[in-house]
């Protein structure tokens, strides 16, 4: 009945991101801060819609000089406590 009731209240369930958001995401999170070219370059196409979802969503932001930046939402997001806790690269321990 929750579910039936949440709809009729208007409180949407959260989209899952794409996979370029999530690809967007990964490298904000480990490179940041970033550009928007750098972002591009990494990746080798377009962005922009990933990061405006992202910063739609509050997951990423722009720094005071204009640079992407993970937020305090992106850390409860991948549950983490703080960028120190993100895996390693490549998986490795």
Known sequence: MA?????HLGNPRP???SRAALE???IVAYRQPMARVGI??????ASDSALDTLVQRGLVEHNQ???LVTTLAFLAFASLRDLADL????GAE
Do not use: D, Q, T, Y
């Open 65 to 67: 000089h204009h640079l």
């Open 3 to 7: 579910s039936s009731i949440e709809r």
């Open 87 to 90: 895996p390693p690269l490549g």
């Open 40 to 45: 591009e370059l990494i990746r080798g196409s």
């Open 15 to 17: 989209v899952a991101l």
């Open 24 to 26: 967007v995401l990964a």
